[in-house]
């Protein structure tokens, strides 16, 4: 036991710690709280040194730390007395830093193995893993060649070193190895001094935090999907911190594969691309194009209803929070009224149980989010009646009181579709006695097509949680500290509830545009900044600040009425 733990365990027992510090002078002493218990340490020591006496506490490695409400990484030193919270990769913090890890252990291993010039792109998430292309061709002997390399250097425990390093510098090394993406958007960052990490003779830029050392990064698995492109899978919060068993999502991956190769045509792939078009003074023509090409697709679902209109009588849409469901929905609904279609919009938020019959979730709190709060049976019951022609009292579900309100007469005309939202719109446990020819079914999700660079991908959850902060704010008041802390739970319900049934989708629509995120940051941008430095989500909002100074800001001008992005920005003809 080395000398530093005989401290804390002494201090733990209440002991005498004069009879264990030997050398130390207890005036350069200080005093930490980690768990509610008080320790007293050396000034000077590294998150690293400490971690190392509570690792049996964890399930996973320590990978970070939290000091006083600051997210720090291990080789941070502890100079004056300090309350700190260890995470894990069970913590999305620690999991955030964990993926970007073996990202690096990845691009460190194929260099390893084939050579400087040997590269990987990450590209987008796919199935709880990152889709990850190569500049060189894969089998599955070479890949797990790979991951038994990535497993030998986790062993070896190398030390991933922490720099700091002039910007200019910086750019002037990644354009020497050709990495021009990280070069290009260096030069948007207007700091004089940017992190670097070092792994062996490997230097990288990252945007998150890292773990100290390989050792850390140790459950991983690779899946083979094509002759460029792996699955990189890891444990995640949402699975138990589980490795999910990597399933194919065709129209997810077919969806991701046709945004990246449009973003290619416009030579848009990463963020520095995105600038230089905004420092031309170009984008307006970027958003009309951009916008020009969503519509159509929309367009091209509406044509491909009409054409099956003898027999699909009900439109089911459903996607994650403030994927633009929404807009998409009246969109299309005025697509199909151009065919000769009259459309009847049902919300499946006003098929709730009445408030004292709705299940309770973990926390003893109303679970909205479940299937089981929707009254399934009137549900089924109504959407039957409507399409045998019959004439239904629909209800209108009254938030307040918390109970169906029943008063709009409802019957369809021979012409007449149903389109119907809902966060369980795809689920295959609603509408069961309604023939599956009879429902065309559209997963909408806000895609992002955008990469930082080629190492760091731009997160699709980051982009709809960015939207949901300007429309929370702008349409009831909240502040940025209200969507996060509800954001947990939406994100857990659309786990369980959305995600699941995406692939039983007739059509899968990308609700995202590639310029959004320089427009979004005008809007969100001041409303992070005004949380405060002792909110549990001040990390979280600082995090998202970081990340937006790497956009220049895109004015909302060119973005037309009938955008997706005027949902949450404001100006949409569907809404205001």
Not at 180 to 191: H, I, M, R, S, W
Not at 391 to 417: H, Q, S
Not at 483 to 512: C, H, M
Request: proline residues 3%; charged residues 30%; aromatic residues 10%.
């Amino acid at each position: 036991m080395s000398k530093y733990a005989i401290i804390l365990c002494r201090i733990e027992k209440g002991e005498n710690m004069n009879e264990t510090i030997d050398s130390f002078d207890m005036n350069h002493n200080i005093e930490i709280i980690i768990s509610g218990k008080k320790y007293r340490v050396p000034k000077g020591m590294t998150l690293d040194e400490i971690s190392k006496n509570f690792y049996d506490k964890f399930k996973y490695p320590i990978l970070i730390a939290k000091v006083d409400n600051n997210l720090r990484e291990l080789n941070y030193t502890i100079q004056k007395n300090a309350n700190i919270e260890f995470l894990d990769l069970t913590s999305r913090e620690g999991n955030r830093v964990y993926v970007s890890g073996l990202v690096y252990l990845l691009i460190f291993t194929v260099k390893s193995l084939y050579g400087p010039n040997a590269n990987i792109y990450v590209k987008h998430s796919l199935d709880k893993g990152i889709y990850i292309e190569t500049n060189f061709d894969l089998n599955n002997e070479k890949l797990n060649q790979i991951k038994q390399a990535m497993k030998k250097v986790s062993e070896n425990d190398l030390d991933i070193v922490k720099l700091t390093i002039d910007r200019l510098e910086a750019i002037k090394y990644f354009e020497s190895i050709k990495d021009f993406a990280k070069a290009d958007v260096l030069k948007y960052n207007t700091n004089t001094y940017v992190t670097l990490y070092r792994l062996g003779n490997l230097y990288n830029y990252f945007y998150t935090m890292m773990p100290s050392a390989t050792s850390k990064i140790k459950d991983f698995d690779l899946t083979f999907v094509n002759e460029r492109g792996l699955v990189l899978r890891f444990p995640t919060v949402y699975i138990n911190d589980q490795i999910k068993k990597y399933e194919e999502h065709p129209n997810m991956f077919k969806v991701f594969h046709e945004c990246r190769e449009w973003g290619k045509i416009m030579h848009i792939e990463n963020a520095g691309d995105l600038n230089k078009i905004v420092s031309s003074g170009k984008i307006n023509d970027l958003i009309r194009m951009d916008e020009t090409l969503q519509s159509n697709k929309l367009l091209s679902i509406a044509r491909e209803i009409n054409e099956r209109k003898d027999k699909v009588k009900i439109i089911l849409m459903a996607g994650p929070s403030s994927s633009g469901k929404t807009t998409t929905s009246r969109k299309l609904s005025m697509y199909l009224r151009s065919f000769g279609l009259k459309i009847r919009p049902i919300s499946m938020d006003d098929y709730f149980l009445e408030k004292d019959e709705t299940p309770l979730g973990p926390d003893g709190k109303p679970d909205f989010e479940s299937l089981a709060a929707m009254d399934l049976k009137l549900f089924d019951e109504q959407i039957a009646k409507l399409l045998n022609k019959e004439e239904v009292v629909i209800p209108t579900y009254n938030f307040l009181a918390g109970k169906k309100e029943f008063t709009e007469k409802v019957k369809l005309a021979d012409n007449e579709i149903l389109v119907i939202e809902g966060i369980h719109g795809l689920d295959t446990n609603i509408l069961t006695n309604i023939p599956r020819e009879r429902k065309y079914k559209i997963y909408l999700s806000a895609l992002t097509e955008l990469n930082m660079d080629n190492h760091n991908r731009i997160s699709t959850t980051d982009n709809r949680l960015l939207r949901r902060m300007i429309r929370d704010n702008r349409t009831r008041g909240y502040d940025v500290t209200h969507t996060l802390e509800a954001w947990g739970k939406v994100r857990e319900g659309e786990e369980k509830y959305i995600f699941p049934y995406q692939d039983d989708s007739d059509a899968t629509f990308n609700t995202g545009l590639i310029y959004e995120i320089g427009t979004l940051k005008t809007y969100v941008e001041p409303l992070l900044y005004s949380v405060d430095d002792d909110s549990p989500y001040y990390e979280e909002a600082k995090r998202l600040i970081d990340f937006l100074r790497l956009f220049l800001p895109i004015p909302s001008d060119a973005i037309p009425a009938d955008s997706i992005i005027r949902e949450f920005i404001g100006g949409s003809c569907y809404h205001d």
